[in-house]
């Protein structure tokens, strides 16, 4: 490494640490809110995305132009465009998360015979980072569920999208906050391009406990091996790709239904990857599938395949317009299969036979699993009606599946005289 490498290095860990000392001396203003004025700040969001709407779409071409010079797919595109219809979604999700009733502080778990009373109670963890892939429209999701849940946020964003996720910051949240009296700082967004910005966010435990990861696969991982160095615990959501299994009972037009409704954007992780046919009716129903996968613009990769059958094509610039197909024997297979062979997100069945979908649902060990219905459900908004801050398909207790702010405290057991808790 040069001189010039290591002082550029030194400047950016010296810019995180910079944000996450302004969203930690912020952290207070958060924990002393009522809930008026946290719903208040989210309601001011969604008014200044339509007030800040031609800065927010001329910040948001500008990051455009640069990704199209710099050769980036249609699919990726997508996921980093803000049009008109979006803001007005994004500004729709804030007003109903503004809506959801608060979670209780205190919860009474026993009263005990001794005169004292077990409760539990929910704490914010202080300052969370979030990682996360150029998509503009996390840095709101993500902001919103801090702010919901009283926390301060360090974000990161891929380059990308820094001019949109800077404009978002300035122009909606940072003013929302100072409208409802909470302080501006709350949430951070770390202003380097350098990739080792992300690096240095998952490496102050003191500062920054918890980090939401969201990306491609291998540089995720990378980021959670380093934290884990660092003692930093993270909430990864690394790999995507939905599965739909074809029972011999399943209805064609459900079955065209789900695959094109599961196609909608192929850039997002809960889209359909790979389409299992039962080998019972795999040529009969193989050219009506390929029919409906056609009329979508979609290619199929049918076997012999020369790729890892969970391959990730929503990740791949030049082929995301690919899904692969295969046959298999039996919903306990397609499940095997889905369980072992891709990333544990999100797997469907499509039959009329109930005993086959519970075999297939019972056996599926994803964080999600669907029955007649779109793996396009795993989402945030779709699913539990709340935006999200990513979907955590970790194989260990704790929040999986979409994270929201109900995700995001801290337990702490609590003893008091029975009578005499305070709020």
């Known amino acids: 490494m040069t001189s010039n490498e290591h002082r550029q290095i030194r ?3 010296d810019e995180v640490r910079a944000c996450a000392i302004r969203a930690e001396q912020s952290c207070a203003s958060l924990h002393k809110a009522t809930d008026a004025a946290i719903d208040t700040a989210l309601r001011a969001m969604a008014e200044r995305l339509r007030a800040a709407r031609d800065i927010l779409t001329t910040a948001n071409e500008e990051d455009l132009a640069a990704a199209v010079s710099a050769g980036m797919s249609p699919a990726l595109q997508d996921r980093l465009r803000l049009t008109g219809p979006r803001l007005e979604s994004m500004a729709a999700e804030l007003r109903t998360l503004a809506d959801v009733a608060h979670e209780p502080r205190d919860q ?22 979030a990682n996360f892939e150029a998509r503009p429209n996390v840095t709101l999701d993500i902001a919103s569920q801090f702010l919901k849940s009283r926390n301060a946020g360090v974000l990161r964003t891929g380059s990308a999208a820094l001019r949109s996720s800077r404009a978002l910051v300035d ?18 967004l770390i202003p380097s391009e350098d990739r080792s910005a992300a690096y240095s966010l998952v490496s102050l435990p003191q500062l920054i406990p918890l980090v939401i ?15 884990a160095r660092h003692g930093v615990r993270t909430l990864a959501h690394a790999d995507g790709g939905g599965v739909l299994y074809v029972h011999p009972a399943a209805d064609d037009k459900v079955v065209h239904q789900l695959i094109t409704d599961s196609l909608d954007r192929l850039g997002v992780c809960n889209r359909l990857n790979l389409l299992l046919i039962d080998q019972c009716v795999y040529d009969e129903r193989l050219p009506g599938i390929l029919e409906a996968l056609d009329r979508l613009g979609v290619t199929a990769s049918l ?3 020369t790729h890892p059958r969970g391959y990730e094509w929503s990740l791949d610039s030049n082929r995301a317009a690919t899904v692969t197909v295969d046959a298999v024997d039996g919903p306990l297979h397609a499940a095997r299969i889905a ?20 075999q297939f649902i019972d056996a599926y060990t994803g964080s999600g699993v669907f029955w007649n219905s779109t ?3 795993l989402d945030g908004f779709k699913l539990l009606r709340l935006p999200e801050t990513g979907i955590n398909i970790d194989r260990v207790p704790g929040p999986r599946g979409p994270v929201s702010f109900r ?6 057991y609590m003893i008091v005289p029975s009578g005499r808790l305070t709020s």
């Open 11 to 13: 400047s950016v860990e």
């Open 213 to 227: 990861l969201r990306g491609s696969g291998d540089s995720t991982r990378d980021l959670g091996r380093h934290a």
């Open 339 to 358: 369980n072992e062979e891709t990333s544990g997100l999100a797997a469907a069945i499509a039959t009329e036979d109930p005993a086959a979908a519970a």
């Open 375 to 377: 793996t396009r459900l």
């Open 303 to 305: 076997p012999p395949h």
């Open 407 to 412: 995700d995001l405290y801290l337990r702490q």
């Open 171 to 188: 122009q909606v949240i940072a003013p929302a906050l100072g409208e409802a009296g909470l302080d501006r700082d709350a949430i951070q």
């Open 108 to 129: 009474v778990l026993e009263e005990r015979a001794d005169g004292l009373t077990l409760l539990e109670r929910r704490r914010p963890v202080g300052v969370i980072g």
